[in-house]
């Protein structure tokens, strides 16, 4: 449980698939560690975090 490390994505509403910044296809209801708000202690993912500030400019 002290490696749940947090993606950035989408979430497709629709069939429930995240997909996150660096690429990665998730089911929506896996708990691997798959969290989009900050909630405690997660870790923030390297690769989706460079994607998010290039996309932010
Ligand atoms: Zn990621």
Do not use: D, Y
């Amino acid at each position: 449980m002290a490696r749940q490390i947090m993606h950035r994505g989408k979430r497709s509403w629709w069939n429930g698939t995240v997909t996150t910044l660096c690429g990665l296809t998730l089911p929506g209801n896996t708990t691997e560690g798959v969290w989009f708000p900050a909630l405690s202690g997660h870790k923030p993912c390297p690769a989706c975090e460079t994607v998010h500030n290039r996309q932010r400019r």
